[in-house]
């Protein structure tokens, strides 16, 4: 048995082993994980500055993202997406460095507003230029704030990111 | 009793430490020395007939390369009563950076001279809490200071803290999911 | 706690509340030493959120620093925008004209129910209360459409221009806002009675982190925080500014200085702000919008830029320099924005720059008080009184 | 009916009796947990609307299919357990709520003739249950080795005792006027009498017993436990994935279970009142596992109705409500059954 399925895996190239048909397994995989990951993301709630405020508009009746599935979780540990909603400062770094630690994976940043993105008019001794310079950025939002809907505009990019992702789940597993 | 009248009290009462009284824009300003700015603030506060109450800002100012004292801090006091208000500039020189707290007078005062010690550098003494306020403790420099430069990139002064920030995320890139 | 031989030892719980909080309203941290349930000592840090905008403005112009001002309060940025326009143009001894005066104050009286709305919204989510925040939000989107309709911003505005405001209101704006008028105290009134007879609300907010007048004054508070107290002190009415010596209003006070008084000094101030937005609209003069004075302030319009020399070359130095005719003098100009009063105080030396540029932001003084609140209340009253002070971070750390 | 079914399939005596029961339990264990996933749903839809919002909406129509995207998306999780946290405990922790809240499914009668075990101590076995949960929420809270999860798990602690004793005399009127513990024939009871329900009789218990549901379950206004503006997420703050979604399963087979006793023991369960089947014969034709679900989901939408309406309480009040109020009444209700019933 275990010899037959050491036998099924070819070596495309060197160091390259597939196990042929299997690809239709996790493809199907994928696209369930996926389909379950875009349909509930869940940001947790971490508002710096002015972009926060937006946020929470875009949470308020208004624009309601619970019809997306989105809820807010205060906890980073059960939050999918990290909303990096304001001005960055270098003291705030450490802090926003680890709470993303925290988050388990998959976990996703989206930068919303300028400021976040490349640390907008903010030149100054105490800003950070852009929280990309310690956070792995998937999705940028401009704008200062940008609108709510400018904002669940960046939320739908990230879905459609995800959607094309592959074997994100097997690393932890 | 208005601000003008206020400002001619404590030249009365402080001949020696008052500096100057000007008058800008129908505001008052008394530049003292900063010797007994504890005595002259006590003064204005507790005098029935001066009552200035609110202690509405403190700050300071960087005057370098301008005036003799490089320093100056700055209380605006305003009476409730009387409904003036009064500017108080105090000369602090650059190499005895220190003045006299005022937190047992007013206590909103703590925090606006935390504030002055982080950005410019001015120790207040007797405060009962002087740390660094605004910026993490282990900052190095006063940003308010005129010759701090102004832009995020701060070179080889950058805070620590943030450089292993970056560290940190570059060790930790190799383990993300690509 | 010394070590006690032979005993129990018995030792403080310290907690960190925050930066990353559900409740510190942005980036506050408190460190909070707890014995069971009651707070022993309570350490706020803040900073988190500096950006050094007083540094900034000191390497801007006069005209390029207003829109900094935008970022401070970010929820009523209306109001610093005008606060800093009124400070610039006490220093250089200019004045607005009529129309624009009254444009301003209903303006900042906008931006007041703005304010307060998110204050209500987020207080009552702290407490628990979680429909409030969506009812006060719904009613704060109106407002914001109203900005919209305004200046085309919705968050940060940068509307008055130094000198008076950047464009006039048109009848339907005007007609828009006075309906909301009409229509935004019976729906306050409503929402009001979600927590307003609600007696896990009264137990939650009446007795809880008192101030004394006294304190107050002290402490150097100023806005909903020191009437809450009963200090009778609205710089609207005793040291009027724009048009509020033209329009008819209360100061809503409190007595005890508890967090209910404020919630209820709160919620009056917002009647108050739609009654003068009323006078306002009944009673806006004609005429221009911006000083005579106003090409050494503001920037041409583009068109002219394009076609006039003259334009051109002012657009030009306005940008590179600043307006050149500043005085060389210092001024200290406060309004009263809806957390407590902003001051301005800018020293000036000749050029287009402020020398300094200092902000005295309410936010700030107010935070610096959480200590005296907070020791020896439960760690559920120090959520309570972090609503009740109301503040930003943006403002708080600058 | 089950047994009948595999007694012609010929499998008869105790093998048969183990089958139908293994049957019974897979049946209940399924459509509660499809009940358990549309409580979420249920909960965004009450809450969203009662805030003037939608809800779910763009998963699946209506947002139908929300639930099951939540739980994919938690199972594809990672699976975090934080470095100073005690393992074992940890990992157990997140079961005990689940199970205790099973357990208690096993005596409820769905409807006339079907319960797993129909003993005749039911009520006591359904107090012992729910109070266990409590004992995962400790160790959840304890194990994490966070200061917030340790306080929430101190605060249930202690909730959770004050809250079991008025919850437990909260019934004891019910149990004096039906002469029983057992579940169905405590619906019998209610039957005899012309109103068919005890909450008329028993309005103060009825009272009580309600807010200590609440309470018991760690729902809001009671939700200091997990209370989300000041311990973050309480007990579970550093739960993550699959882990974290146990503990809202117990929640809601909690809350399920609460509801489902309150119906019981109040409301008649599966029965209609005789005056009602009196004015209206024709309703006697519909199965009692409408009306059972009908008021269970009524229960249920109280449960979110009081959530979206109510500010959370303070723990030193909450202890003074149940302490101070809720167990005097408790009794006041007890004496006053117990006299009515000995001299009527």
Redesign the interface.
């Known amino acids: 048995m275990n010899r037959q399925s050491e036998d099924c895996v070819i070596e495309i190239e060197e160091g390259i082993k597939v196990i042929p048909g299997a690809g239709a397994v996790i493809a199907g995989i994928d696209k369930i994980a996926n389909w379950g990951r875009i349909s509930s993301m869940w940001p947790a709630v971490f508002g710096t500055a002015c972009c926060a405020i937006e946020m929470m508009t875009a949470g308020s009746s208004h624009y309601d993202l619970d019809r997306f599935g989105i809820i807010f979780r205060a906890s980073p540990r059960q939050a999918d997406v990290m909303i990096i909603s304001g001005t960055v400062t270098k003291k705030m770094a450490p802090v926003m460095r680890r709470v993303y630690d925290q988050m388990a994976e998959p976990r996703y940043v989206i930068a919303m507003g300028s400021c976040a993105c490349t640390g907008n008019v903010y030149n100054t001794y105490s800003t950070a230029q852009g929280c990309d310079n310690f956070l792995p950025v998937d999705v940028y939002i401009p704008g200062c704030p940008p609108r709510p809907e400018a904002f669940i505009d960046g939320l739908i990019k990230l879905q459609e990111k995800i959607k094309n992702e592959h074997l994100r789940w097997s690393r932890w597993r | 009793m208005n601000s003008k009248e206020a400002a001619e009290k404590i030249r009365e009462m402080f001949p020696e430490e008052v500096r100057e009284i000007r008058e800008y824009n129908s505001q008052t300003s008394v530049i003292v020395k900063r010797d007994r700015i504890k005595d002259i603030i006590r003064y204005l506060h507790s005098d029935p007939l001066l009552n200035f109450d609110l202690l509405k800002d403190l700050c300071g100012v960087d005057y370098s390369g301008k005036k003799e004292t490089r320093f100056e801090v700055v209380y605006h006091l305003y009476s409730l009563e009387y409904r003036s208000l009064l500017r108080i500039r105090a000369e602090v020189p650059e190499d005895d950076c220190s003045i006299d707290s005022v937190v047992d007078i007013f206590a909103g005062a703590n925090w606006p001279e935390r504030e002055c010690y982080d950005l410019l550098g001015v120790v207040f003494k007797g405060h009962p809490d002087l740390r660094r306020i605004l910026l993490p403790e282990d900052w190095e420099g006063h940003p308010l200071r005129k010759d701090y430069p102004l832009q995020s990139d701060l070179g080889e002064k950058e805070w620590k803290g943030y450089l292993d920030v970056i560290e940190l995320a570059k060790k930790n890139m190799e383990f993300e999911t690509k | 706690m010394p070590e006690q031989k032979g005993k129990l030892r018995k030792k403080e719980l310290t907690i960190n509340m925050g930066p990353q909080h559900p409740a510190t309203h942005g980036v506050l941290r408190l460190e909070l030493d707890i014995d069971g349930e009651t707070v022993v000592k309570c350490t706020p840090h803040v900073g988190y959120l500096h950006r050094g905008t007083e540094k900034l403005g000191e390497n801007r112009t006069y005209l390029a620093a207003l829109p900094l001002t935008d970022r401070l309060d970010y929820i009523s940025s209306m109001a610093n925008n005008v606060g800093y326009c009124l400070a610039v143009e006490r220093l250089f001894g200019i004045e607005a004209p009529e129309r624009a005066k009254f444009i301003r104050t209903m303006a900042s009286e906008m931006a007041r129910i703005s304010s307060h709305l998110l204050w209500l919204g987020t207080h009552a989510l702290d407490i628990g209360a979680m429909t409030v925040f969506l009812y006060a939000f719904k009613e704060r989107e109106w407002i914001l459409d109203l900005f919209e309709m305004l200046t085309g911003a919705r968050l940060t505005v940068t509307y008055p221009r130094i000198g008076g405001v950047r464009n006039d209101v048109s009848e339907e704006f005007l007609s828009s806002l006075y309906k909301f008028t009409d229509e935004f105290p019976k729906n306050i009134e409503e929402y009001e009675t979600l927590i307003d007879q609600n007696r896990i609300w009264l137990q939650r907010t009446k007795n809880i982190g008192i101030i004394t007048a006294e304190e107050a004054v002290n402490w150097g508070l100023t806005g909903p925080m020191l009437r809450g107290s009963g200090v009778d002190y609205d710089l609207r009415k005793y040291c009027p500014y724009d048009a509020y010596d033209k329009v008819d209003f209360d100061v809503p006070l409190g007595k005890n200085g508890d967090t209910y008084d404020r919630y209820r000094c709160r919620m009056e101030e917002m009647r108050q702000s739609a009654r003068i937005i009323r006078q306002c609209i009944e009673k806006l003069p004609e005429g221009p919008v911006m000083t005579p004075d106003a090409p050494k302030f503001t920037l041409p319009p583009k068109e002219r830029i394009l076609k006039d020399m003259e334009a051109m070359i002012q657009h030009f130095v306005l940008v590179i320099k600043g307006p050149v005719t500043a005085p060389d003098g210092e001024i200290y100009s406060a309004i009263e924005a809806p957390k407590g009063e902003l001051g301005f105080y800018f020293i000036s030396n000749g050029t287009g720059k402020p020398y300094r540029m200092r902000l005295r932001s309410p936010s700030f003084i107010h935070a610096s008080v959480l200590p005296l609140l907070c020791e020896g209340a439960l760690v559920a009253d120090v959520i309570a009184n972090i609503g009740t002070i109301d503040i930003v971070l943006g403002e708080c750390d600058r | 009916m089950i047994e009948s079914v595999i007694s012609s399939v010929g499998i008869n005596g105790f093998a048969g009796s183990m089958i139908a029961l293994l049957v019974k339990i897979a049946i209940v264990f399924g459509v509660v947990m499809l009940h358990v996933a549309y409580a979420t749903y249920f909960e ?1 839809k009450v ?2 609307h ?10 699946g129509p209506h ?1 139908i ?2 639930p ?6 938690s ?6 357990i934080p470095a100073g946290a005690d393992k074992t405990v940890f990992k157990i922790a997140p079961v005990i709520p689940v199970f205790s809240a099973l357990g208690c499914l096993a005596v409820v009668p769905f409807f006339d003739g079907f319960v797993l075990a129909n003993i005749n101590i039911g009520l006591l076995y359904i107090f012992a249950m729910s109070s266990l949960s409590a004992y995962g929420i400790v160790m959840a809270g304890w194990s994490s080795n966070s ?2 999860s ?2 929430g798990g101190l605060r249930s602690t202690a909730q959770v005792i004050s809250y079991e004793v008025a919850l437990g005399l909260s019934l004891v009127g019910v149990m004096i006027m039906s002469e029983s513990l057992n579940l169905t024939q405590i619906v019998e009871a209610q039957q005899k009498y012309w109103h068919g329900m005890f909450i008329i009789p028993q309005f103060l218990g009825a009272f009580v017993f309600m807010i200590a549901a609440f309470a018991e379950t760690n729902r ?2 009671f ?2 436990p997990e ?4 311990l ?2 309480g007990f ?6 699959m882990r ?1 979604a146990l503990f809202y399963m117990a929640e809601y087979i909690g809350m399920l279970v609460m509801s489902a006793i309150s119906v019981l023991c109040f409301v008649g369960g599966w029965t209609l009142p005789p005056f009602v089947l009196e004015a209206f014969p024709s309703l006697a034709a519909v199965p009692g596992i409408v009306w059972f679900m009908l008021k269970i989901y009524f229960h249920v939408f109280v449960y979110y109705w009081i ?11 909450l202890m003074c409500l149940g302490w101070k109020v809720l167990i005097p009444l408790a009794l006041l209700n007890i004496v006053i059954t117990a006299l009515v019933k000995y001299f009527c």
Do not use: N, W
Not at chain 4, 68 to 73: E, P, R, V, Y
Not at chain 4, 75 to 80: G, H, L, P, Q, R
């Open positions: 965004r809450i969203g009662i805030q003037l919002r939608l809800g779910p909406m763009t998963v947002g299919l929300q099951i995207a939540d739980g994919i998306k199972f594809f999780k990672e699976d975090i200061k917030y340790f306080l809001a206004p939700d200091l209370a989300e503006s000041e973050v997420a579970f703050v550093e739960y993550s994935g974290f959530r979206s309406t109510l500010p959370r309480f303070r723990y030193d009040h």
